[in-house]
Nanobody, 117 residues
Framework: QVQLVESGGGLVQAGGSLRLSCAAS????????MGWYRQAPGKQRELVAT???????AYADSVQGRFTISRDNAKNTVYLQMNSLKPEDTAVYYC???????????WGQGTQVTVSS
């Protein structure tokens, strides 16, 4: 199994930036994709960004051009750089890993991001 620990959340004003980190407990070898989801109060959890084992990336339309997902395989860590933050970005952000063969899913505990207007 894989344990995921998110960090980097906090309070920021609209237009500001924040970088989230997700550290895995073991090598990322064997993963299909890593990604970030978010869930705002009263809303369903939504996909924000993903990065594949081949480093292909995909983004939700709402964050395209503002957020950048990346990973450092040597550090077993995936990042989410968030720029030009908006109040509607306020949510708990969750790291997610999907394994290539088993298709098992692993989730972090989440980190709060609050954007003030």
């Amino acid at each position: 199994q894989v344990q995921l620990v998110e960090s980097g959340g906090g309070l920021v004003q609209a237009g500001g930036s924040l970088r989230l980190s997700c550290a895995a407990s073991r090598s990322t070898f064997g993963v299909d994709t890593m990604g970030w989801y978010r869930q705002a109060p009263g809303k369903q959890r939504e996909l924000v960004a993903t990065i594949s084992s081949g480093a292909s990336t995909a983004y939700a339309d709402s964050v395209q051009g503002r957020f950048t997902i990346s990973r450092d395989n040597a550090k077993n860590t995936v990042y989410l750089q968030m720029n030009s933050l908006k109040p509607e970005d306020t949510a708990v952000y969750y790291c997610h890993v999907r394994m290539r063969i088993s298709k098992n899913d692993y989730w972090g505990q989440g980190t709060q991001v609050t954007v003030s207007s």
